[in-house]
T-cell receptor, first 115, second 111 residues
Framework: DAGVTQSPTHLIKTRGQHVTLRCSPI?????VSWYQQVLGQGPQFIFQ???????GRGNFPDRFSARQFPNYSSELNVNALLLGDSALYLC??????????????FGPGTRLLVL | GQQLNQSPQSMFIQEGEDVSMNCTSS?????WLWYKQDPGEGPVLLIA?????ELTSNGRLTAQFGITRKDSFLNISASIPSDVGIYFC???????????FGTGTSLTVIP
């Protein structure tokens, strides 16, 4: 079975541009979470979606938005890119949320460089 | 922001040695996950813990959910070169769905 897939693998943008990152969860998983990981740090939570609804939001500006589609895939959108948005963006999928045994599985990430 | 403190920050060990690392928090967590991340790749799940006091093994890896619910430990026995990487703990609080990640422990194994 395929794991979590993300596209694109790498992306270069300039300040002020917009970017869309995509994620497909593990088959059968209904929840997708997005994380930002800057070099040398642990992943920082951005959003969690479950059954197409937002279930959690981290401390990120409104320039960051996301959505989940009926097939449980997800998009992360970032507007008005800043240099500080350069990071590895990770997607994690889980079967469901809010249960004691929730476990998250990560994709390979999208490396975003903002110039 | 980050709520989990991992230590040590980095380790340099000889092949065959055992490794211990831990993760602590000021808050109670009801789930602890341990991941390994290689450069440029996504974290890979190693062990999941769901109950205070739980001790779980995965091959040479053993992790424990602290009884105070504010800490967790990961041990690697008889380290090998492919154990090299950054190890992250992640915790989920009783309220909310967010997972908080630690600062990571960088492991270098010297052959």
């Amino acid at each position: 079975d395929a794991g979590v897939t993300q596209s694109p693998t790498h992306l270069i943008k300039t300040r002020g541009q917009h970017v869309t990152l995509r994620c497909s969860p593990i088959s059968g998983h209904k929840s997708v979470s997005w994380y930002q990981q800057v070099l040398g740090q642990g992943p920082q939570f951005i959003f969690q979606y479950y059954e197409k609804e937002e279930r959690g939001r981290g401390n990120f500006p409104d320039r960051f938005s996301a959505r989940q589609f009926p097939n449980y895939s997800s998009e992360l959108n970032v507007n008005a890119l800043l240099l500080g948005d350069s990071a590895l963006y990770l997607c994690a999928s889980s079967f469901e949320v809010g249960v004691k045994s929730e476990t998250q599985y990560f994709g390979p990430g999208t490396r975003l460089l903002v110039l | 922001g980050q709520q989990l403190n991992q230590s040590p920050q980095s380790m340099f060990i000889q092949e065959g040695e055992d490794v211990s690392m831990n993760c602590t928090s000021s808050s109670i967590f009801n789930t602890w996950l341990w991941y390994k991340q290689d450069p440029g790749e996504g974290p890979v799940l190693l062990i999941a813990l769901y109950k205070a006091g739980e001790l779980t093994s995965n091959g040479r890896l053993t992790a424990q959910f602290g009884i105070t619910r504010k800490d967790s430990f990961l041990n690697i026995s008889a380290s090998i070169p492919s154990d090299v990487g950054i190890y992250f703990c992640a915790g989920q609080r009783p309220t909310g769905n967010q997972f908080y990640f630690g600062t990571g422990t960088s492991l270098t194994v010297i052959p």
